[in-house]
Nanobody, 119 residues
Framework: VQVVESGGGLVQPGGSLRLSCEGS????????MNWYRQASGKERELVAS????????SYLNAVQGRFTISRDNAKNTVLLQMNRLSPEDTAKYYC?????????????WGRGTQVTVSS
């Protein structure tokens, strides 16, 4: 049971990156998939979420209109397209899988992927 992130890296301000998270070992479509980030010296914050069915999404105000979360349940994959990146987006980004029944379906965290926005 795991989620594995990929796609981080170094990008210039104004640039774009796409993060990917692949799940395995669990029923992917049952889980709300989330992207969190944690910048150095700051608390982890929820960046974007997408429901397992129906695909309803929500975003942190600071990324609304710049980031897009999407999922492909057939491929057990969730994506985070990040556009118009700024240095304030620099953080380690984590994929998270969660349901409303954590006692039955435990929450799952990835190890994270670093995103650095710098010129």
């Amino acid at each position: 049971v795991q989620v594995v992130e990929s796609g981080g890296g170094l990008v210039q301000p104004g640039g774009s990156l796409r993060l990917s998270c692949e799940g395995s070992g669990f029923t992917f479509s049952l889980y709300t998939m989330n992207w969190y980030r944690q910048a150095s010296g700051k608390e982890r914050e929820l960046v974007a979420s997408i429901r397992g069915t129906g695909g309803a999404t929500s975003y942190l105000n600071a990324v609304q209109g710049r980031f897009t979360i999407s999922r492909d349940n057939a491929k057990n994959t969730v994506l985070l397209q990040m556009n118009r990146l700024s240095p304030e987006d620099t953080a380690k980004y984590y994929c998270n899988a969660r349901t409303y029944a954590p006692a039955t379906y435990p929450e799952i965290w990835g190890r994270g992927t670093q995103v650095t926005v710098s010129s």
